[in-house]
Each structure stands twice: as C-alpha cells, then as structure tokens.
C-alpha cells in the first residue's frame, strides 16, 4: 500500500482599487480603524451598492491570465455568514455563475512544466477584522470591510509540498505582473487555504484505493505557514490512516476544517466543514448582473502583459542567460522591463544582468525597492555595460561605479574618468610606462627572457611594476602583451 497526497488550494487575493468593491470608501490599509467606512459598507439598513467596474477588470484580466473561460453573464449573490466583523450578515460574491472557470496555470517545478487546474476564479468582498491586541476586549475594524477579493480555486492537481509552494508563488507572482495585487503578505493581500487529502492505493491493485477525509486548511497569511501546514497535514494523515485503515476514509467521515496553530506548528481541529447550502445563498438584489461583450473583453485583453512563464523561455532563448539568472531577471516584472530596456540601450545581455543581479537586486533589497526604483535608467546602465564590454574598465570596477552612480546623475565614463577608474588600453601610453618598468629592471628582464624556472615570477613582478605605475589603471591584458612582445620579441 502507498500514499499520494492530493491537494487544491484556494487563495484570496485583495485587488489593489483605489476604492472598495461596492461603495467609495478608500481601499487603504494601515489607516486609523474606521475610518475608511461609509453606510453601505457598514451594513447599515436600506443602501445600495454600486459594482466597482476596475475590480472587475482586474478580475478578468487575471481569469484571461490563468486561460479561463470568460462568462459573458454573471449575477451577485450574497453568503450568509454571522460575524462580528461582517455587520451585514452577509457578504456579496459570486456563487453559480463565477466571472472565470475552467482555466489553468503552467508551473516550472524542479525544472519540469506541470500544469495545474483552475476551477474557478471570482470576486467577492473582504470582511473586516477583529483586533485582539486592546486591553480586556476585542474591537472591531472595518477599513477591510468591502475591499475588492478575488477568490482563486483550483483544481485537487498537486501531489507534493513543493508543487503547492510553486503555484502559491507562480500566483503571487503573476498578480504583481497583472498589477492587480501588490500582494504584500504581511498586509494580509493574499491568503491561503489548502484542501488536503491521501490517495491510498494498494499496488497490486492500480484501479483500487480510496481518499483520507478532505481537510481545509483556514486563513494562512505566509508561505512559511502554507508549506509548513500542507507537510504537517500529510504527515498526520497517513498516521491516522496507518492507525486505522478501515475507518479513516472520506466515504465513511466528512470533510473538516482545521487552522494552524503557529506556535506549536500543528494544525487544530475546528469544525466540521459547512455543506454550501448552509450559506443561504441567493441573488443580491440591490446589484445589476454583468455582461460583458466582445469589445469590452476585448479591452482588457489588449492590456495583458507578457507572462512571467513566456517570459522566462524568451529570456532563456533570446539572450542565452542560464535558468538561476533568468528566474531572477524574471521574478518580477519591473526587474524584466528594466534588463530588457538596458540591452535594448545596447548592453550585452549578459553584462547586463550579471550586473543587475549582483549590484542591481541587492542595492535595491538594501533600499527597500526594486531595481528600476534606484534611479538609474537604463541608458546609463547601459553606458557603464559597454565601458565593462571593451575593458575599459574592470569588472570589479564597473560594481564600483554602479554604486556611485547612485549618488551622481553623470554618465559613467565620467565618473569613471573623474575617479581615474578607467582601465589604460591604450597601448602608446602604456609602452611609455612598460618602457621604463623594464629598463629599470635589468635583472627581472633577463630572468624573463632566460625561460627558465624564474620566468614565470619575474614577468608578474615586471607586470606588477607596471600596474603599480598606472596606479592600477593599465589593462592587464593589454599590459601582459606589451611586455611579452617587448621581452620576447612576441607580436
Ligand atoms: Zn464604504
């Protein structure tokens, strides 16, 4: 008998609107509690909401990016929930008629393409949040309440921790891509809730086997605790089916809802999960369904960007870059844009994004920013790529002055040359230095020149000399030639 684990996951994602789904209120975070809130987001009797139409372009640009089934026609409807932190009692989304399905995403795992299914994608509204931290009571803050949401769901497609962490990321990477989501974790713009089953098999028996009860996996905030909960999850399972294997099956018990406890890094039973009919749901009344045509789905379409998995093989293609640098160049779109605009300034490919990726990424990271937020454009980039490209300066000086380019707007040849920086290629006024190195030297000459076992010492001290006049700025290549043809008479 063996085991495969089977999971889906479903993840929320805050849209970044200027205001909230149904209402004008500011989609804000960090604000003084309540103070992003207006009647109809709080709940109050008798409002009307009014649909947030960029939302449901976000919406549907990331459903066209997962290549989903657009619906032409779609309703609200409200789920009935009692929450302290929902004051209507309900919250709006879509229950039958979700503006995306039947979709997919490609995902790069261990250098394998996998595919995973997606169900369905659609908008709802956030709920607020209950604030524990006040002394002796809980308040309530509904800044959060009516933020646009997009619930993402996908197919049970992946079999292993590293496969979910791959989507989980492919995710969260393609909505910044889409410019939908910041999805800054630690504000809470993305959450995770896995579905998490075994599929046990006997071997002997390729068509038999059963599933281990379902679990869902509540509101986890980071990956750390994604990846931590879905190993817990399949570790506790296959002990619960090895204790007992008759009775620990989805055909004999029902699914449940569990969390993670963060401390202790074990997940907790909560409840048995809910059958959607206990949500009550029905069509909201107070909002017009949706229809999109052809010329309006065909506007959002004409702003989706290339994908970050395209991508990835272009870069791969064009520009011969290896599979490291190209998921660096490529995590996010800026750092994409911004490699691509500096070989389109002229730099070679790989100049470019050896630079990127050890000046440009960790100054950025420094800085809390990413690399086109450094203030160097690409053309100067690309200045200081060429100056490298014909040793004009050295590779460990061009780092140098990417840094100092931070500090001044002038090209990088001058702040090369102001900097003595520059590399002495050129040969007249290195044969002076190298002329009088050697005549200085009669005894370091003749070892050279004898072949014998001192050669080899006695023309890098001669070299050494030289760069040590050039006050470290002769090319050594350029140098090393001059002294051998000089020496040895060697063109
Ligand atoms: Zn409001």
Not at 126 to 135: C, E, I
Request: hydrophobic share 35%; aromatic share 8%.
């Amino acid at each position: 008998m063996g085991y495969r684990p089977t999971i889906g996951l479903e993840i929320h994602v805050e849209l970044s609107t200027a205001s909230k789904m149904f209402c004008g209120c500011p989609n804000h975070f960090g604000d003084p509690p309540n103070s992003n809130v207006c009647p109809v987001c709080l709940g109050m009797p008798g409002v009307l909401p009014t649909m947030n139409r960029q939302a449901y372009e976000y919406a549907v640009l990331m459903g066209l990016a997962l290549n989903c089934r657009i619906a032409t026609f779609t309703k609200w409807d409200r789920k009935g929930y009692y929450y302290p932190d929902l004051p209507k009692n309900y919250q709006i989304s879509q229950y039958d008629l979700p503006l995306s399905s039947n979709g997919y995403i490609d995902l790069l795992v261990n250098g394998q393409t996998k595919r995973i299914g997606i169900t369905r994608a659609h908008l709802e509204e956030d709920a607020g949040k209950n604030v524990h931290d006040l002394p002796g009571c809980t308040g309530v803050d509904l800044n959060r309440a009516g933020v646009p949401l997009l619930e993402i769901v996908s197919e049970p497609d992946m079999n292993s921790v590293p496969e979910v962490m791959a989507y989980a990321r492919s995710m969260r990477q393609l909505v910044r891509y889409l410019n939908i989501s910041q999805a800054n974790m630690q504000q809470g713009h993305m959450r995770f809730e896995p579905n998490i089953s075994l599929w046990v098999f006997d071997d002997a028996e390729p068509d038999g086997g059963h599933y281990t009860p379902i679990v869902e996996v509540k509101n986890l905030n980071s990956f750390r605790s994604l990846e931590r909960t879905v190993a817990f999850e399949i570790d506790r399972q296959a002990g619960q089916w090895q204790a007992d294997p008759d009775g620990y099956r989805m055909d004999k018990m029902s699914k449940q809802n569990r969390g993670w406890d963060d401390v202790r890094e074990v997940t907790v039973y909560q409840r048995h999960k809910e059958e959607a009919d206990e949500y009550r749901y029905f069509p909201e009344p107070d909002l017009l369904p949706v229809e999109i045509d052809d010329a309006w789905l065909g506007r959002i379409k004409a702003q989706l960007p290339e994908l970050p998995i395209a991508r990835y093989a272009r870069f791969r293609k064009e520009f011969g870059l290896d599979e490291k640098l190209t998921t660096l160049l490529t995590s996010e779109r800026g750092t994409a844009d911004y490699f691509e605009a500096v070989v389109q300034a002229g730099a070679s490919p790989h100049r470019a994004a050896n630079l990127i990726q050890s000046q440009g990424l960790r100054l950025a990271n420094e800085r809390g920013t990413d690399v086109a937020g450094l203030g160097i454009s690409a053309e100067r980039l690309a200045g200081l790529c060429k100056l490298a490209d014909e040793d004009k300066v050295s590779a460990t000086t061009a780092a140098g002055i990417f840094q100092a380019m931070l500090e001044s707007d002038d090209p990088p040849e001058k702040i090369a040359q102001d900097r003595n920086l520059m590399q002495v290629s050129d040969t007249s006024a290195l044969e002076a230095i190298v002329a009088e190195v050697l005549s200085e030297n009669g005894k370091a000459v003749a070892d050279y020149k004898s072949g014998g076992k001192k050669a080899k010492k006695a023309r890098s001290f001669i070299l050494g000399q030289v760069m040590q006049r050039s006050k470290g700025q002769a090319n050594p290549k350029v140098a090393g030639e001059l002294i051998d043809r000089k020496v040895l008479g060697q063109t």
